[in-house]
C-alpha cells in the first residue's frame, strides 16, 4: 500500500466504525481479512492511525469545529486534523501529497481542506482553551458520572485509560506451568513478563501473531487480562465443586474457572446468548476441558432453576457499561449514553436477584464488572444486601489470603483494579457468602 492508500483506508475503518456501530476491533479485522494483500507494515501504519483518531477524537473533534464552525464533520476531516496535530505531524505539502485522488487514494483536498489545514498549521492537540471533558477524552454527557465515580484521580485515571492495552496471556494450569509457558514463548522470540498480581498471567512486550504458535494450538495459553484473571481465581472454585459462570460470554473466566477446578467438580456455563455458549467449544477443547455443562438463559432464570440452592460459587460477571476496558475497546466511550447506563444497572440487579438464589448456604456469590462506576460497583453492591439480608460481604484481603500468596492491592472491602495502579484493565469484584 501507498502512503495515501494508508490514510484512505484509515478513513474507510473510522466511516464503518461509525455506521455499523460494531466493536473496533472486529471492523478492524474483517477489513483485513478482506485486503490480504496489505503487509504487516501497511496494517501497523493503518491501524495506528485509525486508533490514534478514535483515541484523539474529543480534541481532534474541538479543533476541526474551531478552525470551521459550519463544517459537517467525517472522519476524513479528523484524520486531516490528526496528520496536522498529531505526534508525527505532516506539513501542508506532504498532506496534498497524501489526498492524491488516486484510484486506491483519499480524494485530493478541497479548498475547505486547505483552508483547515492552514488554521491548525503550528498547532498542537492540547490548548488551554479547551474544556476538561475535551482534555479527558469524555463525552461531555458522561464527564459528570465519571467525575463522580473518579473524583479527583480523573485525570489521571482517564490518561491510563487512553493509552494501548498490552496482550496478555493466562497459562492454563491444567497442562503446564508459567515457567514453562514463558520458556516457549521465548524459543519463538516473543519476550514475556510474569504479572505481578495473577500468579498465572504473562505480559508480552510487542503483540505477536498468536494463533499459530504451538503453545496456543495445544491449549497451553489464552489472551486474558490480568484483571480478569485476577477476578476469576477469587472466586476460588476449587475440585469437587459446583460452580456456576451465570454470565459466560465468550468463556474466558469459564476457562480459568474449569482449570482451578482441575476438571473435577460440576462447571455449568450460562449465557441469554446460546450462539456464544456454541462458539466456546472449541476453545474448552482445546483447554482439555470436557464436560461443562451450558445453560441457554435466553428463555429466562428459570431454565437453570433446577440447581437453587446448589452452588458453592456463583460468578456473576455482570453485563455493564465497559468504561474500565476504553483501553481495549476506546470506540466505546462514544457511544455510551446515560440510558445505557440506567439500563445496565436495571439488568444488574436483575442478574443478581436471579443468580443469588443458585447459592447454597455457606456458598459464594462473586460479583464482577469491568466498569469504574461506582453505581454499577460498590452502590450496586449495597442495594444488593439490603434485598437480601441472608448474605454477608467478605473482606477482599481475607479472600485475597485463600488465594494468593501476594499482599492484596487494597485494604478496604471490595477489590477495584485500574490501568493506572495496576497496569490491569478496570474491573472490580465483591465477594457475598450466604450465611
Known sequence: MTPAARIEAAITLLTLCEETRRPADRVVRDFFKARRYAGSKDRRAVIGRFYAVVRHRARLQWWVERAAPDLAVTPRHWVIADLVLGDNAQP?????????????????????????????????????????????????????????????DIVRQ???????????????????????????????????????????????????????????????????????????????????????????????????????????????????DAERLKRMAPRLKRAGLDGIEGVDLGPGPEAIAGLDGQADRVLVDAPCTGTGVWRRAPEARWRLRSEDIARALERQRAVLDAAQALVKPGGRLIYVTCSLLKSENEDQVMAFLDRHDDFILLPIANVWREVFDTPCPTNVYTLRLNSADHGTDGFYCAVLQRD
Open 92 to 152: 501542508a505539502a506532504d498532506i496534498e501529497a497524501l489526498f492524491d485522488g488516486g484510484k486506491f487514494s483519499a480524494a485530493a483536498l478541497t479548498a475547505e481542506d486547505r483552508a483547515l489545514v492552514a488554521h491548525l498549521e503550528g498547532q498542537s492537540l492540547d490548548h488551554p482553551d479547551q474544556p476538561r471533558f475535551v482534555r479527558l477524552e469524555l463525552p461531555l454527557a458522561l464527564s459528570r458520572v465519571i467525575g463522580d465515580s473518579l473524583g479527583a
Open 158 to 272: 482517564m490518561a491510563a485509560l487512553n493509552t494501548d492495552a498490552p496482550v496478555d496471556l493466562r497459562v492454563n494450569s491444567l497442562k503446564t506451568t508459567r515457567e514453562a509457558a514463558r520458556a516457549l514463548l521465548g524459543a519463538a522470540d516473543i519476550e514475556a513478563a510474569p504479572t505481578p498480581l495473577s500468579p498465572l498471567g504473562l505480559r508480552l512486550a510487542a503483540r505477536p501473531r498468536l494463533d499459530d504458535l504451538p503453545a496456543y494450538r495445544d491449549g497451553l495459553i489464552e489472551v486474558q487480562d490480568e484483571g480478569a484473571q485476577v477476578t476469576a481465581l477469587l472466586t476460588d472454585a476449587r475440585p469437587g465443586m459446583t460452580v456456576i459462570d451465570y454470565c459466560a460470554g465468550a468463556g474466558g473466566k469459564t476457562l480459568a474457572l474449569g482449570a482451578e477446578m482441575r476438571a473435577q467438580g460440576r462447571l455449568i456455563a450460562c449465557d441469554i
